[in-house]
């Protein structure tokens, strides 16, 4: 106890014994270990999180947490797992859960993490849920706004037969999108045969399958609404196969606004989700859950804004 007082200047040691004790701990090499003193006050002040760092997506989310996390004073843990449908190990789980005051997970797919989450006693937020029906807060754009703002945005062009590659329909933002696409048809009243809908996943690779499958159409879409800016960058590599242009023949809509959409030619026209203040948004509710505030909502909403850039014109031949 003496030993400790004085290697963490506390009063109860004289000078003659704390100067002694600390002669001998630089003799030893003795450092401090910062979490053990953490964890000893009951706090460790260190945020966890686990990720596929796979995507500009997923990347922007973790800047905008360790951003806010820093700001609070707190430090981040980062897991990345490997693939979509990795489950974390019990031992990474165990192990965040022992060292961090609480955890954000960032791993919307069907992979059994939440089940393993709620297993331990330590607040949890999550990004880009599943579903609604899940035991933890969570924090997602207005990815339905967003359909909607890409499909009015296409028909206030002049574009009538727009065709949408939907993303991964385990996840509620592409199932909210494809749903906002399909109301706007009917809406607009713009064609809406089944085959305008092609579903991918949210990979460059399933941008370019989803593209080709709309391009083998009689009647081929004057313009394109991508489940995200990956896929729109596949379906514009199909187009381009195909021997066609963007905006001139299709028009092109993403879904993010990762920083590839202003360097690709032309420019990618897209749904800018606020990536950044996700982040930010989901550290401040695991904060306030860490010092025992309730959360107000289960579902926290940010609003996404379409970014018009040279991927979009007026159809050749207005329907």
Same mark, same amino acid.
């Given at each position: 106890m003496t030993a400790s007082r004085a290697l963490n200047k506390q009063s109860g040691v004289s000078e003659a014994t704390r100067e002694e004790i600390l002669r001998i701990a630089d003799e030893m090499g003795y450092v401090a270990n910062p979490l053990a003193q953490k964890l000893s006050a009951g706090k460790s002040h260190i945020i966890g999180a686990i990720a596929q760092l796979h995507t500009s997506f997923t990347g922007d989310l973790v800047m905008g947490i360790g951003s806010a996390v820093r700001g609070a004073g707190y430090e981040m843990l980062l897991y990345s797992l490997p693939g979509n449908d990795s489950q974390p190990p019990h031992s990474v789980v165990s192990l965040l859960r022992q060292i961090a005051d609480g955890l954000i997970a960032i791993l919307p797919y069907e992979s059994g993490y939440l089940e393993e989450l709620a297993r331990f006693d330590v607040p949890v937020i999550t990004i880009? %849920?599943?579903?609604? /029906?899940?035991p933890f807060p969570f924090v997602i754009a207005d990815s339905y706004?967003?359909?909607?703002?890409a499909v009015?945005?296409?028909a206030e062009l002049g574009h009538r037969r727009i065709g949408c590659i939907a993303g991964d329909l385990r996840l509620s933002s592409a199932r909210a999108r494809?749903? %906002?696409y399909r109301d706007m048809v009917a809406?607009? /009243?713009? %064609?809406h045969e089944d085959d305008l809908i092609a579903v991918g996943g949210f990979s460059h690779k399933e941008g370019f399958d989803a593209a080709k499958k709309l391009l083998t159409l009689t009647d081929i879409p004057t313009a394109i609404v991508a489940s995200n800016d990956t896929t729109a960058f596949g379906a514009l590599a199909a187009i381009r196969e195909a021997g066609l242009s963007v905006?001139? /023949?299709i028009s092109l809509?993403?879904?993010d606004d990762?920083?590839?959409a202003t360097e690709m030619q032309p420019t990618l026209t897209t749904i800018r989700q606020p990536l950044h203040e996700m982040g930010r948004s989901a550290t401040n509710l695991l904060l306030a859950r860490i010092v025992g505030l309730e959360v107000p909502t289960n579902r926290t909403i940010l609003p996404v804004k379409l970014i018009v850039r040279q991927s979009t014109a007026p159809p050749r031949n207005p329907g």
């Open positions: 880009d %849920a599943q579903s609604d /029906d899940q706004q967003g359909g909607r703002l009015s945005h296409l494809l749903q %906002a809406q607009l /009243d713009l %064609a905006p001139e /023949d809509v993403g879904f990762i920083p590839l």
